[in-house]
């Protein structure tokens, strides 16, 4: 019998506690998962290794941004250690960005840091074969638009990990793993328009790697992003277990969750 305990989410992050996008995306997670702005437990894997505890007890794991952490120059054993927990316990998990890079990583891939293949702003995506089979990807269409702001990028799928999306510059651009359902997006389906504004103005030396002169610029020729942000809500109606919520509790914290 399904328990009536509701899914307990758990965002984990690679930010400094000063780092103010660090904020934002807690925020844009809480929002497209449906719940407030302190719904939503989240870790720092700056602080260390995520307690196997918090993990264990999570249903659904988000992987988000770096902040100025990168998985080529800043690796460490603790976050290989989180990585291959979830990959042990097959906990549903997606990775947007840097968590697309660590669980690569992490997991038997190549990662490698080359400004020759860094993708700053909003790109075209379009899905491999696989992708368009997905449950999770497969409604997007053949192409779609989503924001992106990369340096370092993943040259090798780790072992058991299938293609789901490319741009015409990098070819790995999404992966999920074939026995497990595990999933990462080199790019940030949680983000829309309005938010890569406001994290561009965080770091003004990226904007002429979006091939934009100013804000403004990016602002006016932003596409609608909705299709992509879709992804998140697909993969949370498919493996949260129950559409009632229940907290998850971490050291000193406890946040009561509304992710279903």
Request: aromatic share 8%.
């Amino acid at each position: 019998m399904r328990s009536s305990r509701g899914p307990r989410c758990l965002l984990l992050q690679a930010r400094e506690a000063d780092d103010p996008m660090g904020a934002q995306e807690r925020r844009v997670f809480a929002r497209l998962l449906g719940v407030g702005r302190t719904g939503l437990t989240s870790f720092s894997l700056v602080e260390g290794p995520a307690p196997p505890d918090l993990l264990d007890a999570a249903d659904l794991v988000f992987i988000g941004g770096s902040g100025d952490y990168s998985v080529v120059r800043h690796w460490n054993d603790d976050v290989a250690r989180t990585m291959e927990r979830l990959h042990d316990r097959a906990a549903p998990t997606f990775g947007s960005c840097w968590g697309f890079q660590a669980l690569a990583r992490a997991l038997g891939g190549e990662v490698v840091q080359d400004p020759a293949f860094a993708e700053v702003g909003f790109r075209e995506f379009r899905l491999t074969e696989a992708g368009a089979r997905d449950p999770v990807f497969g409604s997007l269409g053949d192409r779609f638009p989503a924001v992106i702001g990369h340096e370092d990028t993943v040259t090798r799928l780790p072992p058991g990990a299938i293609r789901l999306a490319s741009t015409d510059l990098v070819p790995n651009q999404a992966f999920v793993f074939r026995d497990r359902p595990i999933y990462g997006t080199q790019f940030h389906p949680e983000l829309d328009g309005g938010d890569l504004v406001e994290r561009l103005a965080r770091y003004p030396r990226y904007i002429p790697l979006a091939g934009y002169r100013s804000l403004d610029e990016i602002a006016a020729a932003l596409p609608p992003l909705t299709d992509a942000a879709a992804l998140i809500h697909r993969f949370q109606r498919r493996f949260a277990p129950n559409p009632t919520p229940e907290p998850i509790s971490r050291p000193g914290e406890e946040e009561i969750l509304r992710c279903g």
